[in-house]
């Protein structure tokens, strides 16, 4: 997922202030395709969910949430206002 929202950031022609914002989020997020890749592979979060609190895992979801929340608000406003 990182990766297509870094392309489609990339592939983005912003014609206002929200359309920039958004291409910035997408490419922002994009930047972590290596970790988002690379992380689980290594066995990092195996330790995490082998038991314990786990609060880590609950926060770091929750902040993916907050992240993806304007970029959904944005992109909303992007394909209605492409629609008109």
């Not at 958004?22 to 995490?48: E, N, Q, V």
Request: aromatic share 14%; with cysteine; hydrophobic share 50%.
């Amino acid at each position: 997922m990182a990766l297509s929202t870094f392309f489609t950031g990339l592939s983005m022609r912003p014609k206002n202030r929200a359309d920039k914002w958004l291409k910035a989020l997408l490419m922002i997020h994009g930047a972590f395709y290596l970790s988002c890749t690379f992380m689980p592979i290594t066995g990092m979060f195996a330790r995490m969910s082998s038991g314990g609190d786990g609060i880590g895992g609950r926060l770091a979801l929750v902040a993916w949430c907050a992240y993806f929340l304007p970029v959904g608000i944005l992109s909303f406003l992007h394909f209605r206002l492409r629609k008109r």
